[in-house]
Every structure is written in C-alpha cells, then in structure tokens.
C-alpha cells in the first residue's frame, strides 16, 4: 500500500515521516511551494523534538536514507500514486465566530477527488464539526471518477505538541470512524504494525469517531479550568492549590494529570476546539449540553488577567517606567509554537500597559517576534531578566526549571518573581532572596 499525506503542517509532516518509519512508500502534498521545497531539502518549519531526525531518515535524497518519503505540489502525482490518502489540514477557528473554518478541508476533497479513477481510501485526520465526514464522503463519491469506490474513513489525531513522533508511533488508541467492512480492513492493515504491538482500536460510525476528538478536548480543558477555578478559591481563601491538587490525584476516580494549576491551556487545538464544538452544538440544537464549557473557556481567560493584576502589584501597583522579563513564549514547553499563547498575551497586555517587557524563549522566538515585533527580545534568561522589576516565568521549559535563582539575582533591579506555571522550587527562591509568587498559592 501507498500512502499520501495531504497538507504538511504539524500533524500533516509528522503523520508523514512516521507512516515511512512504519514501512509505507509515502508522498506528502501542500499547495505551498516552499513548505514542500523546505520539507524536501530536509528542513522542518516546525520544532517537534525526534521530527527532524525522523525525515532525513527516510527522505529521498538523504544520505543513508531509506528513500520512502518525498514531497510533491501535484494534485495528478499524488492521485497516481496513493492506494489511501490522509488529509491532515488546518480547521482553524472563523474569524468573529466560534464555529470551525472548513474551507481547508473541502477544498483538499474537491481538489483531490478528479483524480479518484480507481477503488481508493480518503482518510480524514484533521478535528471537524460532528457529521462533516458523512458529507464529505457524498461529496467525494460524487466528484471522484471512481465514484463510490472512493471511499471515506475518519481517523481522529491524538497528538500532543512535544511528544507528537512518539503519539504518532506508540498511541494510546487508534480511532477510525467507517461506512464499510472493506474500509475498516484497509484502516487495520496500514495500521497492522502498532496493533500487532497491542495498540487498541476502536472502530466506530463516522459521528461518534469524530466527537471522540471533540469530547477529549472538551475534558481536559475543563480539567484544567477546574482546577485553575480551584486556584482562584485558594487565593481568597488562603490555601494552597499544588497541595490540594495533589491531595486530589490520589483518587483514583480523578487522577494527577492535567491538573497543574498556572496560567491555563493554549495552543492551536484545545480552546478553537472546545469553541467549535459549542457551535456545532447549537447548530445540532444541543447548545444547552455544553454551556459549561463556556465557563470552562471563561476561567481559562481569567488566568491571563490573573497574571498580569500580580504583575501590577508586584510593580509596585503600575507599568509605567517598569522593566518586566518574561520567561516563556511557546504556548508549551517542547514546542515553538505561539499560538494563542498564554505567555505571549500576558507579555502584550503588560506592553500595552506601559512596561518595557523582555521575552526569551528557548526555541519559539522566531515564531513570537513575527506576530509581536513591538517585544522586546533577549537571546537568554539573564539577558531578558537585566534590569528587570518583576521576572514571569510563563512556559514551563526545563531550562527555566533548572535556573539557579542566585544567577539571575545579580543581573535584576529587584527580586520578584512570579511563577506562572507553578512548578518552580519556592523555598529555593526566597532562600535566594527573592519574592515568589504563583497563582493559588499564599504569599
């Protein structure tokens, strides 16, 4: 079997290079001449730890490489070539509006379908509104010269951002929504390798595999917000939510993960996500099944207020002629991905309120600079930390972890520190002389 990835994004690039390591003849498409001119030099616009390594492995060209991989603009190659077809585009969020943007996906379908002449499998990976594959897969049998032979399955993505080559390779489920026994067959064969290595698989409709994507979204973002609520409680009431949180993860019925208090998700899945699903619910007139979520997004926003109403009082009760270093601009450590990101949006609201703000980001500041050039950037965490009245420390990199508090205590005008992430030493730092604060914990 061969294989075509349709749009090399995130998921799109990595989906690619790990169906090459399981053996697959791959081909990968995007309309963007030098996306597939950088992908096919061996250059990812992306930092995915393992991502690299993994495409010069298998990448035409490469020295040593197995040659399974190559990258095309060619709607007629890719049609020639594929026995299945992943089409993993972007659904981003409608601008003004909650509800998720398709044209990415439709029109990859529409372009591919003229060159369906024989018995094919479509397969969907990007997060869509629940019913968009039935649609998808009339719509294709339509179009597609093959017809009804150019069949649809929806496999929902589970990546996470940091760790996506081993979500990709060893997966805690393989989910694939399908309309035929012959569809269901050719998603187990190319996925014979991991579930020969126990890999679950869940075989459903088209529906329930699309809201499985949806629904696990929606939990842990209100697993996150729960415990951020919980934080807001500590703060008034004086106790400490790393403590409660971890009181919490001894239960069994609730569990550990997820629930690190801090300064909230972001990111380009979870809230365009959770924010879709609440649209396609009131369109599907089921809005009041997900009302919380709303709140669930509400609370998450607070924290970015939160954040900066400590930074204030920490200055002093205002910005105006106060140097801030904010440590962090990647929406999660791992990545350089700066997509609604919590940091980012702290570090712009403090700008906007007067402060000279500093950022520094171990790999995102390419990425940070182009969508806030009016930032101040430094080239380490002391560089960005010089002079500065507060410190934030708002992506939870293991080098910020790892920071000798005594370092950055010679280069700033005061020792003040507030730890967005809550995963920094207390004792450590005021032992360093320095004032730590962190949501939901006591001063």
């Known amino acids: 079997m061969r294989i075509t990835v349709i749009g090399t994004g995130y998921l799109g690039t990595t989906h690619a290079a790990c169906m090459a390591e399981l053996g697959f003849e791959v081909l990968g498409l995007d309309i963007v001449p030098e996306k597939i001119e950088a992908l096919s030099a061996g250059r990812i616009p992306m930092y995915e730890p393992g991502l690299d390594e993994l495409l010069r492995k298998h990448l035409v060209?490469?020295?040593?490489?197995?040659?399974?991989?190559?990258?095309?603009?060619?709607w007629e190659e890719v049609g020639a070539f594929g026995d299945?077809?992943?089409?993993?585009?972007?659904?981003?969020?409608?601008?003004?509006?909650?509800?998720?943007?398709?044209?990415?996906?439709?029109?990859?379908?529409?372009?591919?379908?003229?060159?369906?002449?024989?018995?094919?499998?479509?397969?969907?990976?990007?997060?869509?509104?629940?019913?968009?594959?039935?649609?998808?897969?009339?719509?294709?049998?339509?179009?597609?010269?093959?017809?009804?032979?150019?069949?649809?399955?929806?496999?929902?993505?589970?990546l996470r951002e940091g760790y996506a080559v081993?979500?990709?390779?060893?997966?805690d489920r393989i989910v694939v929504g399908v309309r035929s026994e012959a569809a269901e067959a050719r998603m187990r064969e190319v996925y014979t390798p991991l579930l020969d290595a126990g890999t679950p698989l869940v075989v459903t409709d088209f529906a329930t595999a699309e809201l499985v994507k949806a629904a696990a979204n929606s939990f842990l973002a209100t697993k996150i917000s729960f415990i951020?609520?919980?934080?807001?409680?500590?703060?008034?009431?004086?106790?400490?939510?790393?403590?409660?949180?971890?009181?919490?993860?001894y239960d069994e019925r609730i569990g550990?993960?997820?629930?690190?208090?801090?300064?909230?998700?972001?990111?380009?899945c979870l809230p365009k996500d959770i924010r879709a699903f609440m649209a396609r619910a009131g369109e599907l007139g089921a809005d009041q099944a997900l009302t919380?979520?709303?709140?669930?997004?509400?609370?998450?926003?607070?924290?970015?207020?939160?954040?900066?109403?400590?930074?204030?009082?920490?200055?002093?009760?205002?910005?105006?002629?106060?140097?801030?270093?904010?440590?962090g601009a990647a929406f999660k450590p791992n990545s350089d991905d700066v997509r609604d990101s919590p940091a980012l949006n702290v570090a712009g609201q403090i700008q906007l309120q007067g402060a000279q703000v500093t950022v520094y980001d171990p790999k995102a500041m390419d990425n940070a600079?182009?969508?806030?050039?009016?930032?101040?950037?430094?080239?380490?965490?002391?560089?960005?930390?010089?002079?500065?009245?507060v410190v934030l420390h708002l992506t939870e990199w293991q080098e910020f972890r790892e920071m000798d508090p005594r370092d950055l205590a010679g280069v700033v005008s005061e020792r003040r520190i507030l730890d967005g992430r809550n995963v920094?030493?207390?004792?450590?730092?005021?032992?360093?002389?320095?004032?730590?604060?962190?949501l939901g914990r006591p001063s």
């Not at 081993?166 to 997966?171: G, Q, R, W």
């Not at 993960?257 to 380009?268: H, I, R, T, V």
């Not at 182009?370 to 930390?385: C, N, R, V």
């Not at 005021?430 to 730590?436: K, L, M, P, V």
């Open 369 to 389: 600079r182009k969508l806030f050039p009016g930032l101040s950037f430094a080239e380490s965490a002391l560089e960005a930390a010089t002079g500065a009245h």
């Open 61 to 74: 060209g490469m020295p040593g490489s197995t040659g399974r991989l190559r990258f095309t603009t060619s």
């Open 228 to 249: 951020n609520a919980m934080a807001e409680v500590c703060e008034a009431s004086g106790a400490d939510v790393v403590q409660l949180a971890g009181a919490l993860a």
């Open 256 to 268: 550990g993960k997820f629930l690190n208090s801090g300064l909230g998700f972001g990111g380009g």
């Open 292 to 327: 919380f979520l709303r709140e669930v997004d509400s609370i998450n926003m607070r924290r970015r207020s939160r954040m900066v109403e400590l930074a204030r009082e920490q200055c002093g009760g205002g910005f105006l002629g106060r140097r801030v270093a904010v440590l």
């Open 166 to 171: 081993n979500d990709t390779l060893h997966p």
């Open 424 to 438: 920094l030493d207390p004792q450590r730092w005021r032992e360093a002389g320095w004032t730590y604060r962190a």
């Open 84 to 158: 299945m077809h992943f089409v993993c585009t972007n659904t981003p969020q409608r601008r003004g509006e909650f509800a998720c943007d398709m044209s990415y996906v439709e029109s990859a379908f529409d372009l591919l379908a003229p060159h369906l002449d024989r018995p094919t499998l479509v397969v969907g990976k990007s997060t869509v509104p629940v019913g968009s594959a039935e649609r998808l897969a009339d719509r294709l049998a339509e179009r597609a010269p093959a017809g009804a032979a150019a069949e649809v399955a929806w496999n929902p993505e589970f």
